[in-house]
């Protein structure tokens, strides 16, 4: 059995963050990070920050990782929603931070469409070699209708009775 009291974990719904820019993407990243885990050092010393590219956010993630106490499991979802070319940077960005993190680990879970397998396990994947694909079957009517259930209510939409017809 896994000790999750040593880990931290953060889910990033990439739907939510701006893509306008690969800087703004990374930016987005690291304030969603940052605003789910405390660590005053981190945050005295990066601040808040507009525009991160690649490479600083790698450092950045690195240097979280070596001062955080435990493993950083990071869920992202959605990554159907982002453009190939960030959905690509970002894949090599967390390989890189895997491969040279020292102290902390990094456990990352992403959760796409089907269609995106072949940049996350294929030949050309940055992760190859290093993930596995785990792929979930299909739900029961009953699980499908209480996941539905809970997104309404989040979202506070109300269904008619026709609509539930």
Known sequence: MVDDSSRNYVYIDLRDIEVSTQARFFAGLFEVILSNIELPSI????????????????????????????????????????P??????????????????????????VCGALG??????????????????????DITDEHGQALLDKQLAKEKIKVSQAGQA
């Open 43 to 82: 945050t005295d010393l990066f601040g808040s920050v507009s525009e991160v590219n690649k490479q600083e956010f790698q450092i950045w993630l690195q240097n979280f990782l070596s001062q955080l106490e435990g493993d950083l499991v990071i869920v992202f979802d959605h990554l159907e929603a982002i």
């Open 84 to 109: 190939r070319d960030s959905l690509q940077t970002l894949l090599d960005a967390l390989k890189v931070t895997h491969k040279r993190s020292d102290k902390g680990w990094l456990i990352t879970v």
């Open 116 to 137: 995106l397998a072949e940049h996350i396990v294929g030949v050309n994947s940055p992760f190859r070699g290093i993930s596995k694909p785990v792929f979930v079957g």
